[in-house]
């Protein structure tokens, strides 16, 4: 019998995908025992985009959620996303910083960290995979699914097989735009088992429509673990859905051991989430849809809509399908990223600029520069030469790993943070997003204090990862 298992996704990527990552901790509360009982492999439920999030909309602090979450849900391990040495900002941290970041993180209740780099550059996710294991949390290399002429099943084994290597635990498969296709996933998946030890785990999400037929092929050939999300919030933009999945493994060689009547009674709670955040608007329709234009253009959904906005602002909409055809090239100029941020903004925002300007590589963005240098890490294949010499000149290019040129930093942050420090965690927010962990300091202060002081909301352009 080769029990699939379930990662439940519904308090971290399910909300973050449809719903701007606005699920509040009362929101889950009244359903952690029920999550907790089900049997899941482990609960999503920290880090991404829902520890920004939870300060800045929802003037939260995220570590208290986790302990929350935690106290709520003894039996069920909690796992978290972390964006390797950039954690969970957008910048690469000295190792001081990633280190103590993992620690307590672990500390206050995760058990497995799933560890990407935007740009499968996996010294990037050595520094956080050691801490992890180091403070014996399970520690899941992952591998940033893309579709590019030198991405081919044999690399992604290849690559799985270096996350094993280096001392994975798991290693996922990680299709944050929803293009893998399900013979391709069979293919891949089967290669991977053949080649490794570690349990294998994929994660897409349902945009493009095939999701619950990839999870359905990869699992026959082997998948041991699989991430959903309870339908209320599943289907669009989010995983496919929970339940339709446990039903129909059910009484076959890969039953997952759980149960509708459970999952139904769960469900039940968010259903009422769903409906109020349609009526709110908070979820729109446009993200419950099935997109086919991911399929065609391999562009996620989020960057699609991101060109169209941006042609938008220029008054160049009639341009999009110039730019569509753009992109693949400038993305072949830059050593063929995996589009994921920050690297699909970098190469969307450029496709527009060469469109816009009529000539390729007039206009540069510091971030295109940023990673023609090399400062975001190595590309999966070489970078054109004139190009970069046409941007960069004779400016150096670096070949190490980016955080070498960190130097430790904890202390000087802990120094910059002092008069807001309540607990030691708040190093690490402030270490992160210093603006929006000093307003939200201050409003915590304030709140003591019996002071009202809001937080303001500000649009936020988070994509599916
Ligand atoms: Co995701």
Same mark, same amino acid.
Request: glycine share 6%; hydrophobic share 40%.
């Given at each position: 019998?080769?029990?699939?298992?379930?990662? &439940?996704? +519904?308090?971290?990527?399910?909300?973050?995908?449809?719903?701007?990552?606005?699920?509040?901790?009362?929101?889950?509360?009244?359903? =952690?025992?029920?999550?907790?009982?089900?049997?899941?492999?482990?609960?999503? !439920?920290?880090? *991404?985009?829902?520890?920004?999030?939870?300060?800045?909309?929802?003037? &939260?602090?995220? /570590?208290?959620?986790? @302990?929350?979450?935690?106290?709520? !849900?003894?039996?069920?391990?909690?796992?978290?996303? =972390?964006?390797?040495?950039?954690?969970? #900002?957008?910048?690469?941290?000295?190792?001081?910083?990633?280190?103590?970041?993992?620690?307590?993180?672990?500390?206050?209740? +995760? $058990? +497995?960290?799933?560890?990407?780099?935007?740009?499968?550059?996996?010294?990037?996710?050595?520094?956080?995979?050691?801490?992890?294991?180091?403070? *014996?949390?399970?520690?899941?290399?992952?591998?940033?699914?893309?579709?590019?002429?030198?991405?081919?099943? &044999?690399?992604?084994?290849?690559?799985?097989?270096?996350?094993?290597?280096?001392?994975?635990?798991?290693?996922?498969?990680?299709?944050?735009? %929803?293009?893998?296709?399900?013979?391709?996933?069979?293919?891949?998946?089967?290669?991977?088992? &053949?080649?490794?030890?570690?349990?294998?785990?994929?994660?897409?999400?349902?945009?493009?429509?095939?999701?619950?037929?990839?999870? =359905?092929?990869?699992?026959?050939?082997? !998948?041991?673990?699989?991430?959903?999300?309870?339908?209320?919030?599943?289907?669009?933009?989010?995983?496919?859905?929970?339940?339709?999945?446990?039903?129909?493994?059910? %009484?076959?060689?890969?039953?997952?051991?759980?149960?509708?009547?459970?999952?139904?009674?769960?469900?039940?709670?968010?259903?009422?989430?769903?409906?109020? /955040?349609?009526?709110?608007?908070?979820?729109?329709?446009?993200? =419950?849809?099935?997109?086919?234009?991911?399929?065609?253009?391999?562009?996620? #959904?989020?960057?699609?809509?991101?060109?169209?906005?941006?042609?938008?602002?220029? *008054?160049?909409?009639?341009?999009?399908?110039?730019?569509?055809?753009?992109?693949?090239?400038?993305?072949?100029?830059?050593?063929?990223?995996?589009?994921?941020?920050?690297?699909?903004?970098?190469?969307?925002?450029?496709?527009?600029?060469?469109?816009?300007?009529?000539?390729?590589?007039?206009?540069?963005?510091?971030?295109?520069?940023?990673?023609?240098?090399?400062?975001?890490?190595?590309?999966?294949?070489?970078?054109?030469?004139?190009?970069?010499?046409?941007?960069?000149?004779?400016?150096?290019?670096?070949?190490?790993?980016?955080?070498?040129?960190?130097?430790?930093?904890?202390?000087?942050?802990?120094?910059?943070?002092?008069?807001?420090?309540?607990?030691?965690?708040?190093?690490?927010?402030?270490?992160?997003?210093?603006?929006?962990?000093?307003?939200?300091?201050? /409003? @915590? @202060?304030?709140?003591?204090?019996?002071? $009202?002081?809001?937080?303001?909301?500000?649009?936020? #352009?988070?994509?599916?990862?």
């Amino acid at each position: 019998m080769t029990h699939v298992k379930i990662t &439940e996704t +519904i308090l971290r990527d399910a909300h973050q995908s449809l719903a701007a990552t606005r699920m509040t901790i009362d929101d889950m509360m009244p359903a =952690l025992k029920d999550l907790d009982a089900v049997g899941y492999n482990a609960l999503e !439920c920290w880090g *991404g985009a829902t520890f920004d999030s939870a300060m800045r909309f929802l003037n &939260e602090d995220p /570590w208290e959620r986790l @302990r929350k979450i935690r106290d709520a !849900c003894p039996n069920t391990k909690l796992q978290m996303l =972390l964006r390797g040495q950039n954690l969970l #900002g957008y910048k690469h941290y000295a190792d001081d910083v990633v280190e103590y970041f993992v620690a307590r993180s672990i500390a206050n209740g +995760i $058990d +497995i960290i799933r560890i990407f780099d935007a740009l499968n550059d996996y010294r990037n996710i050595e520094k956080s995979m050691n801490a992890c294991r180091k403070e *014996g949390g399970h520690a899941q290399g992952c591998i940033a699914y893309t579709i590019s002429p030198v991405h081919s099943v &044999e690399k992604f084994v290849k690559d799985a097989k270096q996350l094993e290597e280096m001392g994975a635990d798991s290693v996922c498969i990680k299709d944050m735009a %929803g293009l893998l296709l399900p013979y391709e996933a069979f293919e891949m998946v089967k290669a991977m088992k &053949e080649t490794l030890k570690i349990p294998i785990e994929l994660h897409t999400h349902y945009t493009s429509g095939v999701g619950s037929m990839t999870y =359905l092929k990869a699992i026959e050939a082997g !998948c041991d673990i699989v991430d959903t999300a309870l339908s209320p919030l599943a289907l669009g933009s989010s995983q496919p859905p929970t339940e339709p999945l446990v039903a129909t493994l059910q %009484g076959t060689e890969f039953d997952t051991g759980l149960s509708l009547v459970d999952l139904t009674k769960v469900a039940e709670h968010f259903r009422g989430l769903r409906e109020k /955040w349609i009526a709110s608007g908070l979820i729109s329709p446009k993200v =419950l849809g099935v997109d086919v234009n991911a399929l065609i253009y391999q562009v996620p #959904g989020g960057m699609l809509s991101n060109l169209v906005s941006q042609l938008k602002q220029a *008054g160049k909409e009639d341009q999009l399908y110039e730019v569509l055809e753009e992109v693949p090239r400038v993305r072949k100029d830059f050593g063929y990223p995996p589009l994921v941020t920050p690297s699909s903004q970098i190469v969307g925002t450029q496709s527009v600029m060469n469109v816009i300007a009529g000539e390729r590589y007039k206009m540069v963005p510091k971030e295109s520069k940023a990673m023609l240098r090399g400062e975001y890490g190595k590309a999966p294949a070489p970078i054109n030469s004139d190009v970069q010499k046409k941007i960069l000149g004779d400016e150096p290019v670096i070949t190490h790993r980016p955080a070498d040129d960190i130097e430790p930093e904890l202390e000087n942050i802990k120094r910059q943070a002092a008069e807001y420090i309540e607990q030691e965690e708040d190093v690490l927010t402030y270490a992160m997003f210093p603006q929006v962990a000093e307003k939200f300091f201050k /409003w @915590r @202060r304030a709140q003591r204090h019996g002071v $009202d002081d809001s937080v303001g909301s500000v649009e936020d #352009g988070y994509q599916p990862t």
